[in-house]
């Protein structure tokens, strides 16, 4: 036989050994993050392939990452996040894979963060809500204690199935992360997203979860709250009808309630936040995030 022939020979049944090869070795651990360019405000979905993993600790900024096992058993999954607020750097996403043999394997990596160029921006709404007085001070500090309370406490599942979808019809304005001033002096970052909806626009739900919270509050006026598991919120502001109660189970695209303008606004419109662990994430981005449906 000559050399060509054995080698054209063997290029046939290089597939063959290659894929021997893969199954007899253990796949390799690794993780891999979506989207995989990672700006200060980013959502991020986290997959961990590990198939032999009986659990994995996470933390990232200080903020710890709750994975759980994908429905094929082969990857392990979490949502998570860089907070708004956080500098262009490189950070460290620590990884620990626990494996059925007791053996703890590192998949500690290093994420660099790019800056978000994110606007600025200048407000005038009244006086009360720059320069509140003791009574508004008391109110304000309960409602940070509520919320505090509220946002420790989150189920230990994914209660969120498929991809997040918008809350309202109306139309998104780009404004979170805007650097904004209150009436010249109250400096402030923009959290969330609004939609200039007007008031009495249907609110729904925009993934599965439970009523966290439903009550009027100072700042944010009548607002709702759902947990999504593993530390993961949507936050609505400024309702003028709230139609659920706190420990309700909702499922995605269920009405919340009417958007309006109360608390801190200048007009109607509906605030949506997305908070995971502390951080607040951009909701445009979640919005963008494929998920997959019931995990
Ligand atoms: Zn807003």
Known sequence: ????????????FLPL?????????????RADLTPSLVVAGSPELLRITAPNAVSIDGDWLGRKI??????????????????VEAPAATSTLQIHIHLANGAVH?????????????????LTVPPKFVSPNPDELKQIDADRTLKDKIFAVSANRPLWSGSFRVPVVAPPTDSFGTRRTFNG???SIHKGMDFRAPSGTVVRASNSGTVALA???YYEG?????????????????????????????????PLG??????????PHLHWAVRWQGAYLDPAKLLRLPLPANP
């Not at 709750?66 to 907070?83: I, S």
């Open 106 to 122: 590192d998949l500690t990596q290093s994420i660099a963060i790019h800056a978000a160029h994110y606007r600025t921006g200048t």
């Open 185 to 187: 002096k109250l400096a």
């Open 215 to 217: 009550r009027p509050l």
């Open 258 to 267: 009417l958007s309006g303008a109360t608390g801190r606004v200048t007009g």
């Open 222 to 254: 009548n607002c709702v709250v759902l947990d999504h598991g593993l530390g993961l919120y949507t936050v609505y502001l400024h309702f003028s009808r709230i139609d659920v109660h706190e420990g309700q189970q909702v499922a995605a695209g269920s």
């Open 66 to 83: 709750q994975f759980f096992p994908a429905r094929d058993h082969r990857a392990w999954l979490a949502v998570a996040g860089v907070d």
């Open 17 to 29: 050994i290659c894929a021997l090869a893969q199954a007899q070795s253990p796949a390799p651990l």
């Open 1 to 12: 036989m000559s050399d060509a022939r054995i080698m054209r020979l063997a290029l046939c």
